[in-house]
């Protein structure tokens, strides 16, 4: 099955900077690949998503890029302010009806301001 | 419209006792999944129904079972607890064949399992 590992696990970034947060994957088949947001006590919430047949995606303050050949993909969230300060989770799947998440351990990001 | 909706929001269970926990879309998905959340673990996907009527395990079923009662639906039950389904539990639902893959996430349900 489809395995997808990320990085860092924490990530601590002055207001303003910018962060990155890295993921591999394992299958090749796979080609879907969304970004969550987590605050604490509620659910993942989508922030960016970007299919295999796109190579970067852009949404404001947030990007996304993905390597194919590599089998990486990264979130690039520029301008940081202290309302970025979230758990951001990867995830990977073949897409299509039940579509299957596989997803990143997690990476917990503090802004400072 | 209030999205994915869980209950109960908490829980303790003593091991060996069973519980349902239940989950209800308005957005007139097809597909329903539950995942659990353990530290540095992410979210794990414990089953899902792609649409009405069918189930399938996912990567960590062993000790649970589902009901998609039906379309809106989606239950997830527990029929012998034990320590290690201490976790944080997630709903989640999705549409097919639209132009978004995108999954929405009830706010959750904590259990501890003593």
């Known amino acids: 099955g489809e395995n997808v590992e990320q990085h860092p696990s924490t990530l601590s970034v002055q207001e303003g900077d910018s962060a990155v947060i890295k993921c591999t994957y394992s299958?090749?088949?796979?080609?879907?690949f969304p970004w969550y947001k987590q605050e604490l006590g509620k659910g993942p919430q989508l922030i960016i998503d970007?299919?295999?047949?796109?190579g970067e995606k852009k949404d404001q303050r947030i990007a996304v890029t993905l390597n194919k050949t590599a089998k990486h993909f990264s979130l690039h969230i520029t301008e940081t302010q202290p309302e970025d300060s979230a758990v951001y989770f990867c995830?990977?799947?073949?897409?299509?009806?039940?579509?299957?998440?596989?997803f990143g351990g997690g990476t917990r990001v503090l802004v400072k301001p | 419209n209030a999205g994915v909706t869980q209950t109960p929001k908490f829980q303790v269970l003593k091991t060996g006792q069973s519980m349902t926990l239940q989950c209800a879309q308005d957005?007139?998905?097809?597909?329903m999944y539950w995942y659990r959340q353990d530290p540095g673990m992410g979210l794990r996907l414990i089953y899902y129904?792609?649409?009405?009527?069918?189930?399938d395990k996912g990567e960590v079923p062993n000790g649970y079972n589902v009901s998609r009662l039906n379309k809106r639906e989606f239950s997830l039950r527990l029929e012998s607890a034990a320590p290690s389904q201490t976790s944080v539990y997630f709903c989640?639902?999705?549409?097919?064949?639209?132009?978004?893959?995108?999954?929405?996430f009830g706010p959750g349900t904590r259990l501890t399992v003593t």
């Open positions: 970007i299919r295999s047949n796109v």
């Open positions: 995830a990977a799947s073949r897409g299509a009806a039940g579509n299957k998440l596989t």
């Open positions: 129904s792609a649409s009405e009527g069918t189930t």
């Open positions: 957005m007139n998905h097809n597909s």
């Open positions: 299958d090749s088949a796979s080609n879907y």
């Open positions: 989640a639902s999705s549409a097919v064949g639209g132009p978004s893959d995108e999954q929405y």
